[in-house]
């Protein structure tokens, strides 16, 4: 069975910072790109960043890069999205999620093969 199982979302204020992680079982995360999304109320979901062993990269959509740090513990098969300088625009449900075949670039999620069932985050002003 696979699982992806996303923490440490909760109420943080404006400017302060979270790490979420997203624990895997029933695959290895160094086989898949492991994507980071995420969806506010009314809104279409959105690819956050991405990270990929297999092909040594990383990517971050525009809105996030320079406040949000995608990495990997390959020995605890969990991925984390650090992220600093939170803004009201970063609440949503975030979500990860794993292809075995995607290009980090791309961060699309109709190549997403498995799914959390997200964690929130919500900043306040």
């Known amino acids: 069975e696979v699982q992806l199982v996303e923490s440490g979302g909760g109420l943080v204020q404006a400017g302060g910072s979270l790490r979420l992680s997203c624990a895997a079982s029933g695959l290895a995360i160094d086989d898949y790109a492991i994507g980071w999304f995420r969806q506010a109320p009314g809104k279409e979901r959105e690819g956050v960043s991405c990270i990929s062993s297999s092909t040594a990269s990383t990517y971050s959509a525009d809105s996030v890069k320079g406040r949000f740090t995608i990495s990997s513990d390959n020995a605890k098969n969990t991925v984390y999205l650090q992220m600093s300088s939170l803004k009201p625009g970063d609440t949503a449900v975030y979500y990860c999620?794993?292809?075995?075949?995607?290009?980090?670039?791309?961060?699309?999620?109709?190549?997403?093969?498995?799914w959390g069932e997200g964690t929130l985050v919500t900043v306040s002003s």
């Open positions: 999620a794993a292809a075995v075949y995607m290009a980090c670039w791309s961060l699309n999620d109709v190549d997403m093969d498995y």
